[in-house]
């Protein structure tokens, strides 16, 4: 807070209590945001460079939910890691991939008509809310261009298993491919254990 209240004349609005979990705090920053585009960006994260925004941007007559490529820390003295965004080709896209909160933009009229996160999901609310989003029939754009740098240590990499397991749950709500489910959870599962273990994060 004393950070915070250091930039208190470039900050517009802040709240800082309780919530009920990540769900409820981006909800939190749903409800007092004024734009017609928003984006979410974690504590540890910071955007690769002033144009990042400006890259989403300029495609946001066209498409509704834009994002690009997330840079991401490794162990001290090891190399980056990078996430490439891909654009959704169809269902089994959901059973593979995740869209990167981080390095993406949403309009409001997504929020507006399929609601908030879903504050149930502790870990995958973000992948829940993008794939809503695909079942009413929104528009996404992936770009290939590095939008931002992530810090380590966020719960994804603490309870990993959790949200692969809402990623399922997930998949099961909006019936994405029933019979390919389990094994692409199992192929995700090695890849994210292995991703985990090598220590990138």
Not at 52 to 57: A, K, P, Q
Not at 76 to 87: I, V
Request: with cysteine.
């Amino acid at each position: 807070m004393d950070i915070i209240r250091k930039y208190g004349n470039k900050i517009s609005y802040l709240l800082s209590e309780k919530d009920a979990g990540i769900s409820d705090a981006f909800n939190k920053g749903f409800l007092a945001s004024k734009g017609g585009w928003i984006a979410f960006l974690n504590a540890g994260d910071v955007y690769y460079d002033s144009e990042s925004i400006n890259s989403l941007m300029q495609y946001s007559n066209q498409y509704d939910i834009i994002y690009g490529n997330l840079k991401g820390v490794r162990k001290k003295d090891s190399k980056p890691k990078y996430y490439h965004a891909e654009d959704i080709s169809g269902d089994v896209y959901w059973l593979k991939n995740a869209i990167p909160h981080q390095s993406c933009v949403t309009s409001r009229k997504v929020f507006e008509k399929i609601g908030l996160f879903d504050k149930d999901m502790k870990f995958a609310m973000d992948y829940e809310h993008f794939l809503r989003a695909y079942r009413q029939g929104f528009k996404f754009k992936a770009i290939d261009k590095v939008i931002t740098n992530i810090g380590g240590g966020g719960v994804s990499a603490k309870f990993w298993k959790k949200q692969l397991a809402e990623f399922m749950l997930a998949q099961k709500r909006y019936n994405i491919l029933p019979l390919l489910r389990h094994f692409y959870y199992c192929e995700r599962f090695l890849r994210t254990y292995m991703y985990y273990k090598l220590g990138y994060f």
